[in-house]
Every structure is written in C-alpha cells, then in structure tokens.
C-alpha cells in the first residue's frame, strides 16, 4: 500500500451540506492506491478491523464468485476495481475488488475503509453487491473520476444519533448493513446519474436534488426523493 499526502481538507456534513436524512429503510487489491490527509493518520494506525472477520474475509473472498447485475452483468469484466473518494476525510483508494471473476480480499478491505463509518472509526463488511452497483453506475456514466463518498456505512450508534434528531434517518437503515451509500459523481448531472441508478434495477435509489447527491442501496427495488 502506497500513502501520500493529499491536501483535501477533512469536512464535516454540516459545514458542506450533506444532510443526514434517507429514507432507506426497507420496511422490515490486488492493486490499489491509498491518499490520506495528514491529520487522518490515526485512520490507519487505529486497526478497527477484527481478526475473526478478517479472516474469514480472506477464507471466502478467495473462493466465491460475485453474483452479477442482472441487467448489466454481460457488460461487466471478470477483474473490476472501484475508485472512491470520501468527502468527510480526504481519503482516495483505488482498489480491485474482483480478479477473475473471484472477489478479491485484499481489495475488500480497502474499500470497506474507506466505506466506514467515519464518525466513529467503525469498519464494517460491506456488501460487495454494492461495489458492483457503483463500478456499473461509474461505467454506465464513463467516467474516470472516483465516486464522491457522503455516507457508507452507518453504526447502530450513528444512526440512532441521527434518527434521535431527524425524522428523515431511517430507524432501520441499510446503511448499518453495509449495503447503502450516499454518493454523487464529479462532472456527471445527478439527474442523469439518477435515471441510469434507477435502470439498473439494483436496489433502492433515492435522490436528493437539494442537497447534490444520490442514495443507493442493494436492499429491494424501490424509489423516492425529488
């Protein structure tokens, strides 16, 4: 793993305007490049990733294949790797999360970092469904610049902070399953960006003009949002 300083300045969502509200309840590397700021030096020596899971991370991602999209897995390589940027710590990986048609662990784990909840450290396994659903999205937009990172995953503590404060926060949220993100991408319309997330027929989609930025998640097929 390669690290160098980026000059991003770290921003919190209320000071950009990201607010915390969804409505994504669903009603019951091999290769990679890391950027960090300075000041998130702490991202990388606090090792929140547990042994037992890690491994068996490993032990599985080395052996299962990824189910496809059903609508875009004859356009989709068997090695597919994701560039994200998160727009609350200054973070950029590029990392390969399949190779040959095998998930791959190594890349796994870079992304789930990145996807973390960046409140409170916590990494959680994402669903690597949803690392499909954006390789897909950023493909079917041609686009070369990394996904802009709002929110990945969510802690129970998060969200219920968030929930205790908004009635917009979903109680149940997919975000705590790892399988939702908040997203936007630079130098694409978001309502163009909506309209290819939504014929994916992936999951939920939400959109939210006002604030600039897309939810997507791999729970059922739904939508909402203006």
């Known amino acids: 793993m390669q690290i160098v300083n980026d000059p991003?300045?770290?921003r919190r969502a209320e000071s950009n305007g990201f607010p915390e509200r969804f409505a994504d309840e669903e009603g019951t590397c091999g290769s990679m490049h890391l950027k960090t700021h300075p000041a998130l030096g702490w991202a990388l020596s606090r090792?929140?990733?547990?042994?037992?899971?890690?491994?068996?991370?490993?032990?599985?991602?080395?052996?299962?294949?990824?189910?496809?999209?059903?609508?875009?897995?004859?356009?989709?390589?068997?090695?597919?790797?994701?560039?994200?940027?998160?727009?609350?710590?200054?973070?950029?990986?590029?990392?390969?999360?399949?190779r040959d048609g095998r998930l791959h662990a190594e890349g796994l784990q870079v992304l789930n970092h990145v996807l973390r909840d960046w409140r409170s450290g916590e990494v959680w396994e994402m669903d690597p469904k949803l690392?499909?659903?954006?390789?897909?999205?950023?493909?079917?937009?041609?686009?070369?610049?990394p996904v802009?990172?709002?929110?990945?995953?969510?802690?129970?503590?998060?969200?219920?902070?968030?929930?205790?404060?908004s009635n917009g926060v979903a109680k149940r949220s997919l975000h705590m399953q790892g399988k939702a993100t908040d997203i936007r991408l630079p130098e694409r319309d978001l309502k163009a960006l909506h309209k290819a997330a939504l014929s994916l027929q992936a999951g939920g989609v939400g959109l939210y003009s006002k604030s600039g930025f897309l939810h997507v998640d791999t729970g059922r097929v739904r939508q909402w949002g203006a």
């Open 131 to 145: 690392f499909d659903l954006l390789y897909a999205l950023r493909k079917g937009m041609d686009s070369k610049q």
């Open 8 to 10: 991003f300045v770290t």
């Open 148 to 165: 802009e990172l709002i929110s990945g995953y969510r802690s129970p503590k998060t969200n219920a902070s968030l929930a205790s404060s």
């Open 47 to 98: 090792r929140r990733f547990v042994t037992a899971a890690a491994a068996g991370v490993a032990a599985f991602a080395t052996t299962t294949l990824l189910p496809d999209l059903a609508l875009a897995a004859k356009d989709l390589p068997a090695t597919r790797s994701l560039a994200v940027r998160s727009l609350h710590t200054g973070e950029e990986v590029q990392a390969t999360y399949l």
